[in-house]
């Protein structure tokens, strides 16, 4: 029976996004931390780049590949009350999880040397060596992340998105508690190897605060490989074309990571760095509102009223999160001078880096948008039960981004005679060129499948045009300010920015402003 066409507005974008903003306000203070004790040196540069490799399996094998192939096959079963052999599904799963973990973390270990020379072919001497020690610290809580995710998939598949989400928290907390406590203590290189373990015991506990739900609501699990049910023979079917699709796009991060090694002390930091601000709008709007959504379009039928509720639900989706992005992106281009030194301007990290800091933000404006929007468009394939619709696009996107990057990066900073650290800028504008060419064609190649989503195309300029002015009276604000703390700068200029464009686009009856407000006047307090 087809689902009934309701925009999305569950609580469950809400409850993502809630566990989501505790989770990133946690990271952010954990890169302030780093930012203070490490600044853009080379020990910064050897955390950033050993922590790739371990992120790229947590990725490959984690919450991307468990959200299109698991949990559209899991929520199908719970949806039709087959709870013991979704039970069995979820158990096989996660068998298979953790015996592909377990030889790909003793392999990692052991080809640590090998693997540098490919996500940091520009590091030499003791940045190298110690490099490949993090590497090496790291990987055993590969494992534990992966299950981690494979927890996120039964919880998210049983509406239980706030635990989900929020338990990053815990891997925040031990890797702040270790900053705090180590920091004072310690040099940077034997402070980074501090640092790995502590990502290790943190992972551990992400796991374990997660457990006990998943046991607590699936009483059928049972771990054993199960290859011979339908359902995990699907999942493995689906999981394949997924797994190369989250690798091509993994392979984006470490084609990033290969060039700003490239460019100097610093500029793999500095790409880090930018990294949680970037993705703050993208974990907590596109991610919220996809991971919310995956669950409830996969128990659409595939009819021709299933594709009318599609159409409404992702048309709706890419409403809310536009309404949260284009300002998003506005500020990193306009403001991100601003957003960078409020949230790292400590220790050493100066105003020099908060200047290199704001390009990269800028660079990767030119994106933001694609990139959200198109996680909607990826995850309603995922619901069709379509995973190599985006696996082509993503081959293309990375493609993109090899070619545009190189230009971007290496090419134009030595055409126009410019340090070369200022390519970090380039390469991630390139990134984003490549974005909305993915976006595009996932765009046209969903509504071939299930018709053409109703035009937002006037609201979406609409938005653009009130984030643009509202930038422009928050940069007339901070010029006004002139020299003034960091801090005390950002919380004068931001607000006066995000009330701007919350107000023009209430005045302007734009839907999801309309309900925003809403949100606020219900609050304690708030008349």
């Known amino acids: 029976m087809t689902a009934p066409a309701s925009t999305p507005r569950s609580g469950g974008a809400s409850r993502v996004f809630s566990g989501i903003l505790l989770s990133r ?24 780049a050993a922590m790739r490799i371990p992120n790229f399996l947590q990725n490959l094998f984690g919450e991307g590949v468990l959200s299109a192939s698991f949990i559209p096959v899991y929520a199908r079963l719970l949806a039709e009350g087959r709870k013991e052999e979704a039970g069995r599904v979820a158990g096989a799963i996660g068998a298979l999880l953790a015996l592909a973990t377990a030889v790909m973390v003793l392999a990692g270990i052991a080809v640590a040397p090998w693997l540098i020379a490919f996500i940091a072919p520009g590091f030499t001497g003791e ?30 598949s049983h509406r239980r998105f706030f635990l989900a989400y929020a338990a990053p928290i815990a891997w925040n907390l031990v ?14 290189a034997p402070l980074a190897v501090t640092f790995a373990l502590a990502s290790v015991a943190g992972a551990f506990l992400q796991f374990a605060v997660q457990l006990p739900a998943v046991l607590r609501l699936d009483r059928a699990l049972r771990f054993e490989l199960g290859l011979s049910l339908a359902p995990v023979r699907d999942v493995l079917r ?27 002390t610093g500029a793999v930091a500095m790409l880090n760095y930018a990294q949680p601000i970037t993705m703050l709008p993208v974990s907590l709007f596109g991610m919220a509102v996809s991971a919310a959504e995956l669950p409830a379009m996969a128990s659409v039928s595939a009819d021709a009223e299933g594709a009318v509720v599609l159409r409404e639900r992702l048309a709706a989706g890419l409403r809310r999160i536009s309404f949260y992005v284009i300002p998003s992106a506005v500020a990193f281009l306009v403001l991100g001078d601003v957003v960078g030194g409020a949230l790292y301007r400590t220790g050493r990290f100066g105003s020099e880096q908060v200047l290199w800091l704001w390009t990269v933000l800028a660079g990767s404006a030119v994106g933001l948008v694609a990139g959200t929007l198109g996680r909607l468009y990826a995850s309603t394939c995922y619901a069709l039960r379509d995973t190599r619709t985006p696996l082509r696009f993503a081959l293309i996107r990375v493609t993109l981004t090899l070619i545009l990057g190189w230009l971007g990066a290496i090419v134009l900073p ?48 609409l938005l653009w ?26 919380a004068v200029v931001l607000p006066v920015f995000a009330v701007t464009y919350v107000a023009g686009a209430w005045r302007a009856g734009v839907p999801a402003a309309t309900e925003l407000t809403h949100r606020l006047r219900r609050r304690p307090g708030v008349r």
């Not at 306000?25 to 950033?48: K, M, S, T, Y």
């Not at 689906?238 to 100097?264: E, K």
């Not at 970090?424 to 018709?451: C, D, M, N, P």
Request: glycine fraction near 14%; aromatic fraction near 8%.
């Open 25 to 48: 306000i946690l990271g952010l203070l954990r890169q302030r931390l780093f930012g203070h004790w490490f600044g853009d040196g080379e020990a910064a540069d050897a955390v950033n």
């Open 465 to 490: 045009a009130l984030a643009l002015g509202a930038a422009g009276l928050a940069f007339g604000a901070k010029v006004m300010l002139g020299a003034m703390p960091a801090w005390v700068l950002a």
């Open 414 to 461: 030595r055409w126009l005679g410019i340090d070369a650290k200022w390519g970090v800028a380039g390469l991630t504008a390139s990134a984003g060129l490549a974005a909305w060419v993915e976006f595009a064609l996932l765009r046209r190649a969903l509504a071939a499948r299930i018709g053409a989503v109703a035009r937002v195309r006037g609201e979406v300029a």
């Open 238 to 264: 689906s999981f394949t074309p997924v797994l190369v699709g989250r690798g091509v796009v993994q392979l984006s991060g470490y084609i990033d990571n290969a060039l700003a090694s490239l460019m100097g």
């Open 175 to 188: 890797l702040i508690g270790a900053l705090v406590v180590a920091g004072p203590r310690q040099e940077e």
């Open 127 to 156: 940045k190298r060596d110690l490099t490949v020690l993090l590497v090496r610290v790291m990987f055993p809580g590969v494992g534990l992340l992966v299950w981690s995710a494979w927890c996120l998939g039964v919880l998210n």
